[in-house]
């Protein structure tokens, strides 16, 4: 027993914090390699507003992953979400974006429809939904990008949220995190008396700090940028859905045994079909923010984005079996992804050697997840 | 015209953590007999077969094994094929796409010289002289998965035998059988005889054990208590050498205050999972009072898990019946509605069913109530602690916190976490299935001080048990099934597990 105390703690703290641990090097490593190029506010911004786009998507493909299933059509519903809001530019942009987030829930209500109804595997619907999807894009914009978009509609992903509102925005939400943190751990009622529990808080807390420092010193530069501001907050509220309701409690339940759960009075079905109608919605939200930041709508955007989000998922440490995982965990897998890119970008290495990269990343770091277990 | 011993084993002894399975079992087998097992469940007669088919390896144990005078060590199931082995089990292992020459010569494909290449021609040969040999009525060439259960299990009695096994060990074969194909077996069991096959025949069923054993060896508590001639053994002898055991006064049950009638079953159906048109529940009725233990008993496969779990409206679709509660008709379509009328299942297998084994122990024991802890969808965390806190110490789950997950607690805390589910919904009635199947004796005691205490509070209980001592100890009424039916009420002054046995058996 003695001598398993070191390295469990060692072992606890590589399990938990792993891709944490990950992210720091690969922030640090790429800091060196670019001689601080990659460490600089107008950067840090960009690589923000990168992840943002595929940051969405991971959120709500926790969920579904979380419930055991996939959602392999998020990329081709980002695209025809964008040329859908690109089309209904004339509509004005509010409803242009309430529309445009209907057909996401319509598409996603689908499969979770097909799923939950017929008891077809989720990766079979979804993968024929990818090319429904793609084939709608194609079919709504006749194989053309539709640019001349609104000013107000390109504001969700351009503009900035002035410094003042943001930080206060900001501030509020970290007062939020603590306070529900504090009141949880005090209302779990049993005292953490191991140096180990502690110690991980302390870590805990270190790594958050310092996020939030990056993230003040990066919103002192020009304010936050609305597209970033769209992916915190709905990161916030994945976080929140999955840790602090019924609903979230469910998803969690249902991966981890279907039939216990439903014996256990849980609609299966409705959580089910509730968790890919979210993952609909999230990817038209995903869509409309590309949309805006490329100024059109593009039938041939999102390829591949939804290997992007299932990838930072994995990375972040959710099971793919399901039952298990975390939006925090995602998020800091979609950091990770954005890292690469845009170091690898900055080192004017080969696009043909970042995939190959991009790889050996996510098999490592799921060959890492299985060791732990 | 005593045969000589084919198969025999001495003193073995085989425990697990904190069970010995098996005390110091000495057995035999004779050449070309057909031996009956038979005792209760959790007797050992599975770790047995365990052993014999290398399943343990030898150093798992102590006591040794010996074919035809011969020391043998089994220390995989290949060894004890090798020796001439060969067991049957409940559940076939058959490929059901495949053929049937095909699953019976499984990885020794006759090839075409050393290619690799399957000859056919041969493979289909060797199959339909097999099957000739012992009189198997079936196409070389015909699907598994078009064969009825019957004739699956002959396709894996004849790849036993391809093995030339000497020794064939067929585990509860009949329970998935209809009457006509138990006659099937039982005929082709008699004629392996007289090819000089030596068999054991592993049932709960009397009637077929009189039928086709020339002797029998009875089981308890790990120990052979008893091998004759099952001539020389008549019914009532062979129930109570199976149950005779002594109750210890681990039951603490007290007559509580029936009074009225909560729960009313009229006329229920279950429909059989695989056999279309079949039926695993026929006609049942009963009543549960308030404060009444109703114990429910019957053999492995008598519809008695299916009788519960239909009523909790884990599968509308395939019962009908009429259900009452508090003398009002409802409707349960599904367990949520169950638990609304105040119903509770704490289900047979708690790790496929009753838990969510990768999850806290406090999540585990709020799922089913979380509504009431939640302001709308946010759940009040303080509400649930206090919640899990109260029914952690009233069951004395042990476990480090209730943030530990509960795939890693013990057997008994694990069942205590699926009842500490159920009571958080305030159930009027609770369906235990098996309370405390994989329990150990400490653990037990506590679970029936706890039934003895809702009972004592006006919660009518229905409790599923093979477990007889349990039965009878523990139950105000007992209602025993036989094949899908009821076919016998006991009251408690009346029961005996002798009795229980007889009925349960198909006695009449």
């Known amino acids: ?373 | 015209m005593e045969n000589p011993v084919i198969l025999e084993t001495k003193n073995i002894t085989k425990d697990f953590p904190g069970v010995r399975a098996l005390d110091s079992v000495s057995f035999q087998l004779k050449k070309g007999e057909v031996l009956g097992l038979v005792g209760e469940n959790g007797a050992g007669k599975s770790t047995l077969m365990k052993i014999f088919s290398g399943a343990y390896p030898a150093n798992t144990y102590d006591g040794e094994i010996s074919i035809e005078g011969k020391r043998c060590i089994f220390n995989s199931p290949k060894d004890s094929q090798k020796a001439g082995i060969a067991i049957i089990y409940q559940e076939l292992n058959l490929i059901p796409e495949l053929t049937v020459a095909e699953n019976i010569f499984l990885a020794r494909e006759p090839t075409v010289g050393k290619t690799g290449v399957i000859d056919r021609k041969k493979l289909f040969i060797q199959t339909k002289d097999l099957l000739d040999r012992i009189n198997i009525p079936i196409s070389s060439q015909e699907q598994i998965k078009n064969l009825s259960i019957g004739k699956q299990q002959m396709v894996e009695i004849a790849k036993a035998l391809s093995y030339n096994a000497k020794i064939l060990i067929l585990d509860e074969p009949t329970s998935a059988l209809t009457e006509q194909e138990v006659e099937v077996l039982l005929k082709m069991i008699d004629s392996l005889r007289a090819r000089g096959v030596s068999m054991i025949y592993i049932s709960h069923k009397l009637d077929e054990i009189f039928k086709i054993t020339d002797s029998v060896t009875v089981m308890r508590d790990g120990k052979t208590v008893s091998s004759r001639r099952t001539p020389e053994l008549g019914r009532q002898e062979m129930v109570a050498l199976m149950v005779g055991r002594n109750i210890e006064d681990m039951y603490p049950k007290k007559e509580a205050g029936i009074s009225d009638v909560i729960l009313e079953v009229r006329g229920l159906f279950v429909d059989h999972p695989f056999l279309a048109g079949e039926k695993v529940v026929k006609d049942v009725s009963f009543k549960v009072r308030r404060g009444e233990i109703v114990g429910i008993s019957g053999l492995m496969g008598s519809g008695r898990s299916e009788l519960v779990t239909s009523i909790f409206g884990a599968f509308p679709a395939h019962s009908s019946g009429e259900i009452y509660i508090g003398g009002k008709r409802v409707k349960i379509s599904c367990p949520h509605e169950a638990i609304n009328y105040g119903l509770g299942l704490v289900t047979e297998d708690r790790k496929l069913f009753g838990l969510v084994l990768g999850m806290e122990v406090g999540e585990n024991i709020t799922l089913s109530c979380l509504e009431k802890l939640s302001w709308h969808q946010i759940i009040i965390r303080r509400r649930e602690g206090e919640l899990v806190n109260k029914y952690m110490s009233a069951l004395r789950v042990k476990a480090r916190s209730s943030e530990t997950v509960v795939n890693t607690l013990s057997g008994g805390n694990q069942q205590k976490v699926v009842i500490a589910k159920w009571l958080a919904t305030n159930p009027k009635v609770l369906l235990l299935d098996e309370p405390t199947r994989g329990v150990d004796v400490a653990a037990k005691a506590e679970i029936y001080q706890l039934m003895t205490n809702l009972a004592g509070e006006g919660i009518g209980i229905v409790m599923v048990s093979s477990d007889l001592p349990e039965v009878v100890s523990m139950s105000d009424r007992i209602l025993i099934m036989h094949e899908g039916s009821m076919v016998k009420e006991l009251q408690k002054n009346e029961a005996t597990q002798e009795k229980i046995m007889f009925y349960a058996t198909g006695g009449k």
């Open chain 1, 1 to 373: 027993m003695k001598n398993q105390g070191k390295s469990s703690l060692g072992r606890m703290i590589i399990g938990k914090y792993g891709n944490l641990i990950g992210l720091v090097v690969l922030i640090a490593l790429t800091t060196i390699l670019t001689n601080g190029m990659f460490f600089t506010q107008r950067n840090l911004i960009n690589v923000l507003r990168q992840v943002s786009v595929n940051g969405i998507l991971a959120v709500g493909m926790t969920l579904v992953i979380i419930t055991g299933g996939i959602d392999l059509s998020v990329g081709s519903v980002v695209a025809l979400t964008g040329i859908i809001a690109a089309l209904l530019q004339p509509q004005g942009t509010v409803a242009a974006i309430a529309l445009t987030m209907v057909a996401g829930a319509v598409i996603g209500g689908c499969n979770g429809f097909f799923v939950t109804k017929f008891r077809i595997p989720s990766f079979i619907i979804t993968l024929g939904m990818m090319t429904i999807a793609r084939g709608l894009a194609l079919v709504f914009s006749k194989g053309e990008a539709i640019s001349g978009l609104n000013d107000n509609f390109l504001a969700i992903s351009e503009s900035y949220i002035s410094p003042f509102i943001s930080l206060t925005v900001f501030g509020f939400i970290c007062f939020l995190a603590v306070f529900i943190y504090f009141k949880e751990r005090k209302s779990s009622g049993y005292e953490r008396k191991l140096i180990t529990f502690n110690f991980i808080g302390v870590l805990n807390i270190l790594f958050i700090a310092a996020a939030a420092a990056v993230l003040v010193w990066l919103i002192g530069f020009r304010g936050m940028p609305a597209g970033v501001a769209v992916f915190l907050g709905i990161a916030f509220l994945g976080a929140y859905t999955l840790n602090q309701t019924r609903f979230g409690r469910y998803v969690y339940a249902i991966g981890g045994n279907e039939e216990a759960s439903r014996l256990s009075g849980i609609n299966v079905k409705a959580v089910k079909l509730l968790v890919f109608l979210i993952m609909g919605v999230l990817a038209a939200v995903s869509g409309m923010v590309l949309a805006a930041r490329l100024n059109s709508g593009v039938p041939t955007s999102g390829v591949m984005f939804e290997l992007d989000a299932i990838a930072s998922v994995v990375i972040g440490g959710t099971s793919l079996s399901g039952g298990y995982g975390s939006v925090g965990g995602s998020i800091i897998g979609a950091f990770i992804i954005g890292t690469l890119n845009n170091g690898m970008q900055l080192l004017h290495i080969d696009p043909f050697y970042q995939e190959i990269a991009k790889g050996v990343i996510i098999i490592g770091a799921v060959l890492m997840d299985r060791k732990k277990k």
